[in-house]
């Protein structure tokens, strides 16, 4: 049965939740193309025509596992400050370790209150230091602020810094500022593989490698933030930055294969961001339904294989959302 408005379009498994698909229709810091608030609704409606057959798997999705579609952010606050904690108590009730929780977006600037949200995971027990964030994308999102504005989403991978996160790996980046670019030197908890670098016709494939190498030997829980303009313009002409030279679509996959892969690592939560619904053709919007239905099965796949575990016995009829004024207490 198809049921419109859930993710691949899959009925619901009464009150237990595996996997959730989380929308967050955010854009207020977008400094170029616009559209990334209808991102979320549009990944939803192209994912109904994704083939639900997952060789990985062997089977059709969701093989057996329960994905609930929640309703989307309500996009309340009076301020960019206001927002941000909007965001962030939305999606802190299913960082309770019990599901596996994907965020839809929505501009890049989710990334800190999504990081706010994860420290009450028990994996990291408020200790940010504990978590890696591995990030696709074309920009560095490094920036101490832009046009004035410090939560920009040019500035989404400092602020989650700015909150304590241990370890940042980047790959795709091709458009930056000369102070990221001298962070990037200066900073022990950032690696960045250039796409330069990655998708250079002599030496990239070496290169590549040892990107997927590095990805093997992470340990400890793990955020994977696919931006989705970390791949070829060509591909998501339609997100808000589009930039030539990105990766490839089965880069990216490769990308979380090898992550879900590592023996040490655990992935708790993943985003895919800057989604911008295209008019002419469906092809953005269906590229992210396509790449977050690879993340959901290769949660199911490390699932089954023992490489992630059930850490409460939760579910989503006994979460309470939470109030937290973080970002207005930092703000002011």
Known sequence: MFVDGNFLGLPENGDLVDIVILQIPYELTTSYGQGTAQG????????????????????????GNAIHTNQPWDGEGNSLLQQLDGISNYLQPWYAGDCFPISLGGEHGILPPLVNAAKSHPLICNDLSNLTIVQIDAHADLRSQLDGEVYSHACAASRSLDLGVGKLLQVGIRAYSQEEHQT????????????RDTQNHSTGREVWQQWLDTLSQLEGPIHLSIDIDGLDGSIVPATGTPVPGGLSYWQVVETIEALFKAQKAIVISADVNEIVPQQDSPL?????????????????NAKESGRWNSLTQQNGKNRMIGTSKFFQEEGN
Request: aromatic share 8%; proline share 6%; hydrophobic share 45%.
């Open 40 to 63: 979320p609704e549009s990944c939803i409606i192209a994912s109904g025509q994704v083939e639900l057959y997952e060789p990985l798997l062997g089977n059709d999705l969701p093989k």
């Open 184 to 195: 990037i030197l200066s900073d022990d908890r950032i690696t960045t593989f250039f796409a």
């Open 284 to 300: 953005t919007q269906f590229t992210a339904a396509m790449l977050t239905t690879k993340i959901v099965a290769h949660h199911i």
